[in-house]
């Protein structure tokens, strides 16, 4: 055992130095999105009438529900943080924690650093605890900080500890996670992947097995079911946790075990060796054949994605009969099931094209990657020009997104008309090609930074980013009109309601444009970067 370990004190302390600053962000978001809840809950609702429009707003609304899980009580400050922190905060602690254990492990394996620092004395399994060591810690101080910053803003100290203990339960066991998939993957990307797959398959489970009305055992067979199930501000349930440090406990033996059968630089899934004489002939084919992993994956996600919403659409009545405060605003005649069946089919294809907007930006940062890594510059010594270069991975990162957000339409379209829902087939496929624009803006932005401004590519994110929480998160907390229409997402027309208006969709297609522009000419004059 001492031998396995050998050196891992000193390889923690550098892995600690060197990469510890990379786990503050994810600190800081845990601890922005529970901190501002109490701080911002009394200014935008200060009297009942105020909580129960709030209440009635989340219930309407069961897309909102699938990501940031049930709503046990929105008529205090601290039931308000549990509903908006819990899930988000949560995810984004796990997210850290794959990426922090996986360039621990497999990065350094890809890098050349592994077999640098095997030369030495070090333990088999010296890497990975350093890797899994900072991932605990990072997720540990997430947690720590949030309550602690939480409490001292005004939320009850009971409630805010658990709820970051929350948010460090769920970096411990997706640390567990990726410390597996570090040992099945045969490179760092496939690996995330498989980790972060994980982690989103979970997420959205959670969030349909508390949406619609399923069994108990579907809640509590999600590691991410525990955590909601602490109910902080409401039941304030410790016990729970429990869980999920005996399923971190067993990953990480899992882990330890994979490692120490394999050989550096393998994995369980093998790569499969290329064809002896390169096909391709055209700078489209080359992109396509680079993100095909990628484009086959969101795929199958995005069929996924579409039987669940179309599966919530058919049963939006049911869900929203469930909801007192609907069920009152309802008999009220204020408004009519099918307004608001057309108001979830609108959100909900946003949601979709938020979420498809992530693969158009992965794509062009993909272009970003290749580019460091050295292979763009041979690539572009031959007669290819720069312009067509980039167009054939422009219109692959406009044309995938695209073909996602009209196949989870397509599968939404199919399912709604034959549940009596007052939606028909033609105007949700209608309304999914509405999206398409929104969508477009997003990954143009992407274009420009790494057309123009490659150097700070993390900002290809802002658009996806933006586009969340002005789209989901805005509207709630009543942001004026001109704050929101940041999101081009608000200006997608709602046509299953009738009389929609298409110039927003005009404007936000200029500023695609302008996007396009600066990233076509930025590339053409800037320096390609050396490996």
């Not at 809840?37 to 707003?57: K, N, T, W």
């Not at 882990?255 to 994995?267: E, I, N, P, T, Y």
Request: glycine share 10%; hydrophobic share 55%.
């Amino acid at each position: 055992m001492t031998a396995l370990l050998a050196g891992t004190r000193p390889l923690l302390r550098a892995t600690v130095r060197h990469d510890g600053i990379r786990f503050a962000p994810w600190i800081a978001i845990a601890t922005a999105l529970s901190a501002s809840s109490v701080l911002v809950y009394p200014l935008l609702f200060p009297d009942p009438l105020e909580r129960a429009a709030l209440a009635v707003a989340v219930g309407d609304n069961p897309a909102l529900g699938i990501i940031f899980g049930p709503a046990f009580d929105l008529s205090t400050v601290d039931g308000f943080n549990a509903w908006r922190a819990l899930a988000l905060a949560g995810f984004f602690t796990a997210l850290g924690a794959v990426l922090t254990v996986i360039r621990a492990t497999r990065g350094q394996e890809d890098s050349g650093q592994a077999e640098l620092l095997a030369s030495g004395v070090l333990g088999r399994a010296s890497r990975l605890f350093a890797g899994v060591g900072l991932a605990l810690a990072g997720s540990l101080a997430a947690g720590v900080v949030s309550g602690v910053v939480t409490g001292l803003c005004g939320g009850d100290w009971q409630s805010s500890l658990l709820l970051g203990a929350t948010f460090t339960a769920s970096g411990w066991m997706f640390a567990g996670v990726a410390a597996i998939t570090a040992q099945l993957g045969s490179d760092a990307r496939t690996a995330s992947s498989l980790a972060i797959g994980t982690l989103g398959a979970l997420f959205l489970l959670r969030g349909v097995a508390y949406t619609v009305d399923t069994p108990a055992w579907t809640v509590w067979v999600n590691p991410l079911g525990w955590m909601t199930e602490t109910r902080p501000a409401t039941t304030d349930l410790w016990w729970p946790l429990l869980g999920a440090v005996a399923f971190t406990t067993l990953c990480l033996a899992i882990a330890f075990v994979l490692q120490s059968r394999r050989d550096l630089g393998q994995a369980a899934l093998a790569p499969c060796p290329g064809p002896d004489r390169g096909r391709i002939r055209s700078s489209w084919g080359l992109a396509l054949r680079i993100n095909r992993g990628a484009v086959l994956t969101w795929t199958g996600a995005f069929v996924v994605l579409g039987l669940m919403y179309g599966y919530l659409a058919t049963s939006i009545q049911d869900i929203l009969r469930r909801d007192t405060a609907v069920r009152a605003i309802l008999a009220a005649g204020a408004a009519t099931p099918d307004d608001l069946t057309s108001a979830f089919i609108v959100t909900i294809l946003r949601l979709v094209g938020i979420v498809a907007a992530v693969s158009g930006v992965q794509i062009m940062l993909k272009l970003r990657y290749e580019e460091m890594e050295g292979r763009l510059e041979p690539v572009l010594a031959g007669a290819l020009h720069r312009a067509r270069y980039l167009a054939g991975n422009v219109v692959l990162a406009f044309a995938a997104p695209a073909a996602f957000v009209l196949l989870a339409g397509l599968l939404i379209a199919a399912r709604a008309p034959g549940a009596g829902i007052g939606v028909s087939f033609g105007p949700t496929v209608l309304q999914a090609a509405a999206t398409i624009p929104a969508v477009w803006t997003v990954v143009a932005l992407a274009v420009a930074v790494v057309g123009a401004r490659p150097h700070v590519s993390l900002a290809a994110w802002v658009g996806v980013f933006a586009s969340f929480a002005l789209t989901v998160l805005g509207p709630t907390f009543r942001l004026p009109d001109p704050y929101l229409a940041i999101s081009p997402f608000w200006h997608v027309p709602s046509v299953t309601a009738g009389g929609a208006g298409w110039g927003g969709l005009l404007w936000i297609s200029s500023v695609t444009a302008l996007f396009l522009v600066v990233g076509f000419v930025g590339f053409r004059r800037r320096d390609v970067a050396a490996p």
